[in-house]
């Protein structure tokens, strides 16, 4: 079944301890993305990638890191957590950088 | 710069009524147009698209049709069941544009009452 999967679905940590949520798509996909939702804000971009070991930044990509050095893996690292990053939190893969793309479950956080 | 906007919600319906969602657009250049469904607890889903000025997308009984000379893309359902509960964003894409991403809507809770 062609998708996208991210891990952990739910994570409660505290401030400063550093955490990873990984992502991962079957599809063959050349680009990647992470997006936070918050209410009234809709979705924003965090980071992206238009191919293994090309990465960029979106519009919210302060206290963020990410990494692509498998075309199908694109994990998210907060190396310090902080409280104003509690959000929900979605993987999405596309066979192209504009146009339709394939959404993970999405990640719970929040930082204490 | 590029931007959706759309009606804020919630939005309650009775089930079989009829159901629309505004969306009006800014962009640069050629967009492609999308609305995605988040079913409660689940991630988006695409629901339909259009690529081109008066391309009407459709799924699931939805329809949107894009109005290039309004800069619209109104979600249209015309007898809603309570399944169709749900956050409704639009969105857009402009190809070769200078950044790579969706631009998102807030999204439109709608919550359809038996």
């Known amino acids: 079944e062609a998708q996208v999967t991210q891990n952990p679905r739910y994570l409660i940590t505290v401030t400063g301890k550093k955490l990873t949520v990984t992502c991962s798509q079957n599809m063959n996909h050349e680009y990647m993305s992470w997006y936070r939702q918050d209410p009234g804000l809709g979705l924003r971009q965090i980071y992206y990638?238009?191919?293994?070991?090309?990465?960029d930044k979106g519009d919210v990509p302060e206290g963020y890191k990410v990494s692509r050095k498998e075309k199908r893996n694109f994990p998210l690292i907060l190396e310090s957590p902080s409280p104003n990053q509690t959000s929900l939190y979605f993987c999405?893969?596309?066979?192209?950088?504009?146009?339709?793309?394939?959404f993970g479950p999405g990640t719970r956080l929040t930082v204490l | 710069g590029d931007s959706v906007t759309q009606m804020e919600g919630p939005v309650t319906l009775s089930e079989e009524a009829f159901l629309t969602i505004n969306c009006t657009y800014t962009?640069?250049?050629?967009?492609?147009l999308f609305w995605y469904v988040q079913y409660p607890g689940e991630g988006l889903q695409l629901l339909l698209k259009a690529t081109k000025a008066d391309d009407k997308g459709s799924n699931k009984g939805f329809e949107a049709t894009y109005r290039k000379e309004t800069t619209s893309f109104h979600l249209e359902k015309g007898s809603v069941q309570v399944s169709d509960s749900a956050v409704y964003f639009c969105a857009l894409s402009v190809p070769g544009g200078a950044t790579n991403k969706l631009i998102f809507g807030t999204g439109t809770l709608l919550a359809v009452q038996p």
């Open positions: 990638s238009m191919n293994v070991e090309v990465t």
């Open positions: 999405a893969s596309s066979p192209q950088g504009f146009g339709e793309q394939f």
């Open positions: 962009a640069t250049g050629y967009p492609s």
